[in-house]
């Protein structure tokens, strides 16, 4: 990466060792993290666990190749509502993926059971250290009963709890945190555990093979104003002892980062007013970055909980501590009506694809009920982390002039789904195709999928690509879904068709065209 260093390096090995001396002090690796240009949240791939039930799903990869998580509000993967319960997902693939109730967690109470503080218990930061399971728990208050001006669900009064035999018995007691939490009031009221790997890790980078790191807003669920970072060496770890955390206290992007016993003297590593959920951040280290999802309701509630948008903002970080960037915004808009909140990257099924990285997001949603096409579940969706330079684009609506209908199309408007300039055109008549003709090197065909939708043929240049499945059952309708995209095309002029195969929908919402300088 820097040729010229290296030979000088070579020339004074005592000069390298010194320097890389103090780049471990410091906590900063030699290498620079690879910067993230883009996020592609891949809508065709969402995929819902049906018989499951409940939100806040953050599983972790532990020390047996099994992802483990908690969920909150709901029955889990089991048959009561509890506050929060604890599951194993077992399987070697995302899809299969099988949940299973470890433990009810009974001591925590049935779901919405409040203690004389009016309060719920609630689970949130979850990880597997050197074999042993860790969650953060806290007490939490529902928007409408908080107080707050904003509707915000509160959460105060944290304490972490563990267990040595995978999740059948967890110490400390729920009695000893209610009575005495590790971490009094809001400051740290919603921790989150940064997840670097499978039982904890074994990465260099920051120190994080001699500590655990940890976020945590100013003592929200939804919409809090700021992340502090926290660590503990990872021996003492155990001890569940408050004492042994520290606290970022501010620090030059390029000199060691400072750190406090007093929390009140820690200084937040990002800073966004009422924009920042609670949730975890993801190590990739492939890219030798940081990635943490914030997400928030861009609008003040009027009851809780009816959002009309949450939105996911995407940032990255080449330490824990900052500094933070953000990369991109996404709504929820896609769902017409729905909603998703509670993201969760895993450190598990991370994929290069290319140069870039694919991760999977836990989430869940509302409304909120307990049926298999209810969104009050854990599901994914496969992001794409790009790393090269975002190409030039350009939106092409269905209605324009350039595309031609061959067949029984029908135009859609002012549909309310979140469709591209809220319209579309569908037909059900098979061999009914559309064509457009593009000058660029690469389009993506936007469409919809719903459980009334079949499937097409997708031809480039007078070749089919591929056949594409529209329809997705148990999920609400899903818009501006890049079902076939293809890149790397010679630059100049190209024509994609479109054919119905079935007698179900088929629909066009746009096409993106890249590298699409005369499409305007």
């Known amino acids: ?92 693939t995302l899809t299969g993926l099988k949940g299973s109730l470890v433990n009810a967690m009974d001591a925590y109470g049935k779901a919405d059971q409040k203690g004389p503080d009016g309060a719920t218990w609630k689970a949130l930061g979850q990880e597997c250290i050197d074999g042993v399971f860790y969650a953060f728990v806290s007490r939490h208050t529902y928007g409408h009963e908080s107080h707050d001006r904003m509707l915000r669900q509160t959460a105060v009064n944290a304490s972490l709890i563990k267990s040595t035999d995978r999740g ?29 790997g499978q039982n904890g890790g074994q990465v260099t980078a920051d120190g994080a093979d001699q500590y655990v790191y940890a976020l945590s807003n100013n003592g929200f669920w939804n919409g809090g104003d700021d992340y502090i970072l926290a660590r503990v060496p990872r021996r003492k770890l155990p001890d569940l002892n408050a ?45 030798q970055a940081y990635v943490l999802v914030v997400w928030y309701i861009p609008e003040t509630l009027k009851k809780w909980f009816t959002p009309r948008e949450l939105k996911y903002d995407f940032y990255q970080a080449p330490h824990p501590w900052g500094p933070w960037t953000c990369i991109k915004s996404v709504s929820d808009n896609f769902l017409g009506g729905a909603h998703m909140y509670g993201p969760s990257l895993c450190a598990r099924f991370q994929e290069a694809v290319g140069p870039d990285v694919k991760l999977i997001l836990f989430t869940s949603g509302c409304p909120f009920e307990d049926k298999p096409t209810g969104l009050y579940k854990m599901w994914t969706i496969p992001v794409v982390l790009k790393t090269t330079p975002v190409m030039p684009s350009v939106l092409v609506n269905d209605d324009d002039p350039r595309i031609k209908y061959q067949g029984h199309w029908t135009a859609l408007t002012k549909r309310g789904c979140g469709y591209f300039h809220d319209d579309l055109h569908a037909t059900t008549t098979v061999d009914d195709a559309v064509e457009f003709t593009f000058t660029g090197t690469g389009i993506d065909y936007m469409a919809e999928q719903f459980h009334d939708l079949g499937n097409v043929d997708v031809y480039i240049d007078g070749t089919l690509r591929q056949n594409v499945n529209l329809c997705r059952q148990n999920f609400p309708r899903i818009s501006q879904v890049v079902a076939f995209s293809v890149q790397g095309l010679p630059a100049g002029s190209h024509t994609i068709k479109i054919v119905n195969r079935s007698t179900a929908y088929a629909d066009l919402d746009a096409f993106r065209v890249y590298g699409a300088a005369d499409t305007k």
């Open 168 to 196: 059948l018995t967890w110490t400390r007691t729920a009695a000893e945190n209610y009575q005495s939490p590790m971490w009094p009031g809001p400051r740290f009221g919603a921790p989150y555990f940064i997840h670097y």
């Open 1 to 92: 990466m820097f040729p010229t260093a290296r030979r000088q390096y070579r020339q004074k090995p005592l000069v390298l060792f010194w320097l890389v001396l103090l780049s471990v002090l410091s906590g900063r690796a030699l290498c620079a993290a690879t910067p993230i240009t883009d996020v592609f949240a891949d809508l065709a791939n969402i995929h819902k666990w049906d018989d499951s039930n409940g939100d806040t799903w953050d599983p972790f990869w532990a020390d047996d190749g099994n992802l483990y998580a908690f969920n909150c509000d709901g029955r889990g993967f089991g048959k009561q509502s509890r506050n929060f319960a604890f599951h194993r997902l077992q399987g070697d």
């Open 243 to 287: 004492a042994d955390w520290t606290y970022y206290a501010g620090g030059a992007a390029q000199a060691p980062a400072s750190w406090t016993s007093q929390i009140t003297q820690a200084s937040p590593v990002l800073s966004k007013p009422a924009q920042c959920g609670s949730g975890p951040a993801v190590y990739v280290p492939a890219l």
